[in-house]
Every structure is written in structure tokens, then in C-alpha cells.
């Protein structure tokens, strides 16, 4: 089965506005830099993965993606998250995409292992695999098999939508409840998990 997986990025000089108590516009920016690099570092060469695809608006994030061999699909200027997504789904269809997999670039605490207990999980289809935030609320990784099976709902209460969906459609869902997907950097004191050397070590 060929996988690709959706990294959506925002502009790194728009990016992670609500840490602004904590860090300045300057910080922000090189933290979003450090996530995105991150996360396509723990995705190069994972096996199962056919390929990456990073949407944005930002030339600087093209630049990124450039360096880890992820195609770079520009955000239009009109579109929110979920149209992006859908933009960036049928270009990895138009690749051969049989499943993809939507994964934020916030999460500190992703490792190539975490990746791989999805890919493991998912090896039927149809099968949509959802992993919380923390509050449950927001989906902190979406894999649709095949692309398209429901819709994205990115935003408010995105969690309960896309189980609503799947279940609703009858689809075989998995829930997956683990810290590396639901730790993501959103308010400032989720940044005391980046000042650990031994466990995401970052200049802030």
C-alpha cells in the first residue's frame, strides 16, 4: 500500500502566536523552524511511507522540505486548513497515494516508532486512524485509508467530528491515546517539556 503523509505548515512568522506571553516573534520562528525540522527528520526514510507532502504558503518552509526530499503543495491564499488538506490529498493521489496520513509539525515528542505502531494498525482499508490532543478536542494525526473517506474537519472540535464521521460511514476506527501524539506546543506552559535536553533540546 502506498502511504504519503500531510504535514500542513503555517508561516513561520505567523506560527505559534498563542506562546506570545512567553516567547517573542523571534523565538516563535525558530521554534516552528526546529518542529518542522523535527518532524520531517523523524519521517525521512521511514519505512511504509512512499513520500511526504508539506503545504504552506511559506517559500521558507519549501526551502525546508526541499532538504528532506518532501514535496512542497502551496496553500492558496483563500484556503483554511481543511481545503489545504484536501488540496494536498489530491496531489498525493495524483502520486499514487492508496492512504495518507495528516500529521502536524508541534509535536516534540514524536519518534519513528510512534509512526510505525500507525502504519502497523492500518494495514486494512477502509480504516481511519485518530489520535486526541490532550483535552480531546483537537486530532493531533488523522490517517485515512483510502485518501478521502471522510472529510477533514480541522478546527474546533475536530476530534469528535472525525469519529463521528468514521462511525457514521461505518468505518473501522482506531483511537490512539499516546503522549507523543497528544503533547503538542501550544500554550506556554507546554514549553517546559522543549527545555529538557534528553528529550527535545532547543535554544529558547
Request: hydrophobic share 45%; charged share 30%; proline share 6%.
Given at each position: ?47 511504509g ?19 528532506f ?17 484536501a ?55 488523522l ?36 503522549l ?14 522543549l ?10
Amino acid at each position: 500500500m502506498k502511504r504519503w503523509v500531510i504535514v500542513p505548515v503555517k508561516r513561520l512568522t505567523a506560527a505559534k502566536s498563542r506562546l506570545s506571553p512567553a516567547l517573542s516573534v523571534r523565538q516563535r520562528r525558530l521554534l516552528a523552524h526546529a518542529l518542522l525540522n523535527h518532524t520531517l527528520k523523524t519521517l525521512r526514510g521511514l519505512n511504509g511511507i512512499e513520500g511526504i507532502l508539506v503545504v504552506s504558503k511559506d517559500r521558507a518552509v519549501r526551502s525546508i522540505a526541499g532538504k528532506f526530499g518532501a514535496v512542497f503543495v502551496r496553500e492558496g491564499d483563500c484556503d483554511g486548513l481543511n481545503r489545504a488538506l484536501a488540496r494536498a490529498t489530491g496531489e498525493a493521489v495524483v502520486r499514487g497515494a492508496e492512504a495518507v496520513m495528516v500529521l502536524p509539525a508541534d509535536l516534540p515528542l514524536l519518534r519513528a516508532r510512534d509512526l510505525v505502531r500507525v502504519l502497523r494498525q492500518a494495514r486494512r482499508s477502509p480504516f481511519v486512524v485518530i489520535a486526541p490532543d490532550r483535552g480531546e478536542r483537537g486530532t493531533n494525526l488523522l490517517y485515512l485509508s483510502p485518501p478521502g473517506i471522510i472529510k477533514f474537519s480541522f478546527g474546533e472540535r475536530s476530534f469528535k467530528k472525525h469519529l463521528q464521521s468514521s462511525r457514521r460511514k461505518k468505518i473501522r476506527v482506531s483511537v490512539l491515546r499516546t503522549l507523543a501524539f497528544a503533547q503538542d506546543i501550544d500554550r506556554p506552559e507546554d514549553l517546559s517539556i522543549l527545555r529538557d535536553p534528553f528529550r527535545f533540546p532547543i535554544p529558547l
